[in-house]
């Protein structure tokens, strides 16, 4: 059985590779961390039985065509599958797997944004780079003071509440499937009651067409006056042009952001000297009030070895017609 690994990156994923598949008995092979699996280069993983991704779109067509070269499985080598489109997949009998992997790199990941908003640290560094170490406009608010709205209580949203807790924050939590052991950290609101009353919102759950575009205008002009807005999940999740205007009028304090809308195609490649095709993208980086981040909160040494596991031992299962929690068609 052979897997194909499309964007293979040969400082950090390529290693464990090696070594999973060597220790289950795999063959594969793969292409560097700027290639793709496109219409042009899907040929390349052909007498492979499973290909590999990351977050590059897979569409109905290039479904087709993976089906067609007898694929039997596509893995991700992410949590989310948005980018896959499962329908089509059902239809040509391609099965999918995704990675899971521990929720405190990403809950770590989003404190520090939160913590950076609020100390107001990309002014700070900016204003270090050129000698101004003046204090003017650069106040920071105390997290002890805080009540923090955290939409998605799965496992990563309950380890942020966790880590929350540490800080005194009074912690506001909504999601269509209440969970035990958040109530006994948080309290569950109604979603309006989350918008209104908290001073700091975070986002996490999967993208889904229900969703999309859950913060817009409307939530935006429900929410308290400076409130600011941290995503680490799904850059869908957030109506772009709703924030871009809730920043410039001011409604929007500030903003961390691991992901944006459309960016697929520009993360994890080496785009200098190019003009990127994301205007939202260069908007939303001008504010000296919003942090963007190239949706990494996922990236330390663990989750990557996590993550290529996930997908080799899927593959494996798979191979074995065994059951696995990767494989989710």
């Known amino acids: 059985m052979?897997?194909?690994?499309?964007?293979?990156?040969?400082?950090?994923?390529?290693?464990?590779?090696?070594?999973?598949?060597?220790?289950?008995?795999?063959?594969?092979?793969?292409?560097g961390a700027s290639v793709d699996p496109t219409p042009e280069t899907i040929r390349l993983a052909e007498g492979a039985d499973y290909i590999s991704i990351i977050t590059t779109p897979i569409d109905a067509?290039?479904?087709?065509?993976?089906?067609?070269?007898?694929?039997?499985?596509?893995?991700?080598?992410?949590?989310g599958v948005d980018h896959i489109d499962m329908a089509a997949?059902?239809?040509?009998?391609?099965?999918?797997?995704?990675?899971?992997?521990?929720?405190?790199?990403?809950?770590?990941?989003t404190i520090m944004l939160m913590l950076m908003v609020n100390r107001h640290m990309k002014c700070i560094l900016q204003r270090a780079d050129i000698q101004d170490y003046t204090l003017r406009a650069i106040k920071g608010i105390n997290m002890n003071t805080q009540t923090v709205g955290v939409i998605g209580t799965g496992k990563i949203g309950r380890e942020v509440i966790r880590s929350l807790r540490g800080f005194g924050c009074r912690?506001?939590?909504y999601d269509l499937f209440e969970n035990d052991e958040v109530r006994q950290m948080a309290d569950y609101v109604p979603l309006h009651t989350l918008l209104a009353e908290s001073d700091i919102i975070t986002l996490h759950m999967p993208l889904t067409d229900d969703n999309?575009?859950?913060i817009d205008a409307g939530a935006i002009a429900a929410m308290k006056d400076g409130v600011r807005i941290i995503n680490t999940a799904r850059g869908g999740l957030i109506d772009s042009r709703a924030l871009i205007d809730g920043l410039e009028s001011g409604?929007?304090?500030?903003a961390g952001l691991d992901c944006v809308e459309n960016e697929f195609g520009l993360y994890y490649n080496d785009l200098r000297g190019r003009a990127l095709d994301n205007e939202?993208?260069?908007?939303?980086?001008?504010?000296?009030?919003?942090?963007?981040?190239?949706?990494?909160?996922?990236?330390?040494?663990?989750?990557v070895r996590d993550m290529v596991f996930s997908n080799v031992s899927a593959c494996a299962a798979e191979s074995r017609g065994e059951k696995s929690d990767y494989i989710l068609l």
């Open 2 to 31: 052979k897997i194909f690994a499309y964007n293979l990156r040969d400082f950090d994923e390529k290693p464990w590779f090696d070594k999973l598949c060597g220790d289950l008995g795999l063959d594969y092979d793969g292409v």
């Open 61 to 79: 067509e290039l479904m087709k065509t993976i089906h067609e070269m007898g694929i039997r499985m596509i893995c991700t080598r992410s949590i």
């Open 89 to 109: 997949a059902a239809k040509y009998g391609v099965r999918v797997a995704h990675s899971l992997y521990a929720p405190q790199a990403v809950s770590d990941y």
């Open 171 to 173: 912690i506001l939590a």
């Open 212 to 214: 999309h575009h859950m």
């Open 251 to 254: 409604k929007i304090g500030g």
């Open 280 to 303: 939202y993208l260069a908007i939303l980086r001008s504010f000296p009030n919003v942090i963007v981040s190239p949706h990494m909160a996922f990236y330390t040494d663990t989750t």
